[in-house]
């Protein structure tokens, strides 16, 4: 089928990577026809842009065009949905206020490019996407987009986890990050980028993702995380920086430094349900779980999730607890231990908080596990600054003070007066006890691979 270039300044041959490939369509005109190919061409390492390339093809050779453009459209999307219906969230407060300029310049040329169907709300205030998204009609949408850093996705998995058929639209509907905030932490993991531009190219391409989401209970509530909690240098980091966002991400560097330095301790109460607590163990889990060909998860990936059209709705809500809530009694075989020199409680869900900060080397999206970080607050200044530096070079997992553990849960009491702070996805909670479960494959994300995060592993 001979295909004559239209409208290109070059004769030159020009190769297009086929991930790069958005679409392919012919237009049928009274005497002829033409495909035209719309794709992402890099302008730089961080930014790409959309162009298109048509070709001339005869009418008699209508029948095999298209079966070449279908072929080309089977190459360039593989396993993934084509054409995805998302739900776009703008959090025009987020970051230096720039998420509504991005999208329109980095992100919207590309779905439109892609033939997605795309409907775009912004919010208006805190929590109003948790609003938007317990009343989503979770039929006329594949994917949710955030355009924001990682408050949005938080209250969009806390919006599903609302709905009375919970389960069913935490797995149908695929919550994703465009990279607009100021963390960018899910973007990091899924996408491998924090542009706006590239992670769009990656949602367009995604492979849809079983996700572990964390079940947090304190006081009489109950939330969802997808990210991590912290406890210590890293919640009070994160949340006591927040006149410093002028800095960027520097702020977090910055704020860090000055807690380690003074040796700053955060004593608690803490009981763990360990699953693997030797490193060398985690690590062999780990190197078998990504160089598996098996599925990540055991549950479908199709958009129904595993869940058939004639479940009730009223049997589809949020999984029981299995451990009961921060309320309930200690469950049992778990043992509080007192930690009256905690400098650090970290647990993960994903491997980079930012980016350049992969703190949890050995997580994977859906192993039914947290990974749990602790640091003693008394280490030595050296050590403790030797440590910021190894979170960015990959040695950090293998220091000798960095404990580090695969778990089902845990329960933690703040026993420091005042008004302390613990961080849940980068938002701020009460400083009181609580307690995490982890509710395995219960989330719904869009990943490049479809089993691992854009990280370098322990």
């Given at each position: 089928?001979?295909?004559?270039?239209?409208?290109?300044g070059?004769?030159?041959?020009?190769?297009?990577?086929?991930?790069?490939?958005?679409?392919?369509?012919?237009?049928?005109?009274?005497?002829?026809?033409?495909?035209?190919?719309?794709?992402?061409?890099?302008?730089?390492?961080?930014?790409?842009?959309t162009?298109?390339?048509?070709?001339?093809?005869?009418?008699?050779?209508?029948?095999h065009?298209?079966?070449?453009?279908e072929?080309?459209?089977d190459?360039?999307?593989?396993?993934?949905?084509?054409?995805?219906?998302?739900?776009?969230?703008?959090?025009?407060?987020?970051?230096?206020?720039?998420?509504?300029?991005?999208?329109?310049?980095?992100?919207?040329?590309?779905?439109?490019?892609?033939?997605?169907?795309?409907?775009?709300?912004?919010?208006?205030?805190?929590?109003?996407?948790?609003?938007?998204?317990?009343?989503?009609?979770?039929?006329?949408?594949?994917?949710?987009?955030c355009?924001?850093?990682?408050g949005?996705?938080?209250?969009?998995?806390?919006?599903?986890?609302?709905?009375?058929?919970?389960r069913?639209?935490?797995?149908?509907?695929?919550?994703?990050?465009?990279?607009?905030?100021?963390?960018?932490?899910m973007?990091?993991?899924l996408?491998?980028?924090?542009?706006?531009?590239?992670?769009?190219?990656?949602?367009?391409?995604g492979?849809r993702?079983?996700?572990?989401?964390?079940?947090?209970?304190?006081?009489?509530?109950?939330?969802?995380?997808?990210?991590s909690?912290s406890?210590?240098?890293?919640?009070?980091?994160?949340?006591?920086?927040?006149?410093?966002?002028?800095?960027?991400?520097?702020?977090?560097?910055?704020?860090?430094?000055?807690?380690?330095?003074?040796?700053?301790?955060?004593?608690?109460?803490?009981a763990?349900?360990?699953?693997?607590?030797?490193?060398?163990?985690?690590?062999?889990?780990?190197?078998?779980a990504?160089?598996?060909?098996?599925?990540?998860?055991?549950?479908?990936?199709?958009?129904?999730?595993?869940?058939?059209?004639?479940?009730?709705?009223?049997?589809l809500?949020?999984?029981?607890?299995?451990?009961?809530?921060?309320?309930?009694?200690?469950?049992?075989?778990?043992?509080?231990?007192?930690?009256?020199?905690?400098?650090?409680?970290?647990?993960?869900?994903?491997?980079?908080m930012s980016?350049?900060?992969?703190?949890?080397?050995?997580?994977l999206?859906?192993?039914?596990?947290a990974?749990?970080?602790?640091?003693?607050?008394?280490?030595?200044?050296?050590?403790?600054i030797s440590?910021?530096?190894?979170v960015?070079?990959?040695a950090?997992?293998?220091?000798?003070?960095?404990?580090?553990?695969?778990?089902?849960?845990?329960?933690?009491?703040?026993?420091?007066?005042g008004?302390?702070?613990?961080s849940?996805?980068?938002?701020?909670?009460?400083?009181?006890?609580?307690?995490?479960?982890?509710?395995?494959?219960?989330g719904?994300?869009?990943?490049?691979?479809?089993r691992g995060?854009?990280?370098?592993?322990?």
């Amino acid at each position: 089928m001979p295909l004559t270039q239209r409208h290109i300044g070059s004769k030159a041959t020009r190769a297009i990577p086929f991930y790069n490939i958005l679409w392919a369509n012919i237009n049928d005109y009274s005497t002829a026809s033409e495909i035209v190919i719309n794709y992402a061409h890099p302008v730089s390492k961080s930014c790409i842009r959309t162009k298109s390339l048509a070709y001339a093809v005869d009418k008699a050779d209508h029948r095999h065009a298209e079966a070449w453009t279908e072929s080309l459209l089977d190459r360039a999307y593989g396993e993934s949905q084509r054409r995805k219906r998302m739900k776009v969230l703008i959090n025009p407060f987020g970051g230096k206020g720039q998420a509504k300029k991005y999208y329109d310049r980095d992100i919207a040329p590309i779905f439109t490019s892609a033939w997605c169907e795309v409907d775009v709300e912004r919010t208006q205030y805190s929590g109003h996407a948790v609003e938007i998204a317990e009343q989503l009609d979770t039929d006329r949408y594949d994917v949710v987009a955030c355009c924001s850093g990682d408050g949005l996705p938080h209250e969009v998995f806390n919006g599903l986890g609302r709905k009375r058929d919970a389960r069913r639209a935490l797995r149908k509907i695929a919550v994703v990050q465009l990279p607009c905030g100021t963390g960018n932490a899910m973007s990091q993991n899924l996408n491998g980028t924090d542009s706006p531009s590239l992670a769009a190219l990656c949602i367009v391409k995604g492979l849809r993702t079983p996700l572990d989401l964390i079940a947090i209970t304190q006081g009489d509530r109950r939330m969802l995380s997808f990210l991590s909690q912290s406890v210590g240098i890293v919640a009070e980091t994160d949340l006591a920086t927040e006149h410093l966002r002028w800095m960027g991400s520097q702020r977090f560097t910055y704020g860090f430094l000055i807690r380690l330095l003074g040796k700053t301790v955060y004593p608690c109460d803490v009981a763990v349900a360990v699953e693997i607590g030797d490193k060398a163990a985690i690590r062999d889990a780990y190197n078998a779980a990504v160089s598996s060909k098996a599925a990540p998860s055991s549950r479908s990936s199709s958009c129904s999730g595993g869940i058939t059209e004639g479940d009730d709705p009223a049997d589809l809500g949020l999984p029981a607890l299995k451990f009961g809530t921060v309320q309930d009694a200690l469950p049992e075989g778990w043992k509080l231990v007192a930690h009256d020199k905690l400098g650090n409680f970290y647990a993960g869900n994903m491997a980079y908080m930012s980016a350049k900060a992969n703190f949890f080397p050995a997580a994977l999206p859906a192993d039914g596990c947290a990974d749990l970080v602790c640091i003693d607050g008394d280490i030595s200044r050296r050590a403790a600054i030797s440590s910021l530096g190894a979170v960015e070079n990959g040695a950090f997992f293998d220091m000798p003070h960095v404990h580090y553990r695969k778990i089902k849960g845990y329960r933690i009491l703040p026993k420091q007066p005042g008004d302390g702070y613990i961080s849940i996805d980068g938002e701020r909670v009460p400083f009181e006890p609580f307690q995490a479960e982890v509710l395995a494959a219960l989330g719904t994300v869009l990943s490049r691979s479809g089993r691992g995060y854009e990280a370098r592993g322990s």
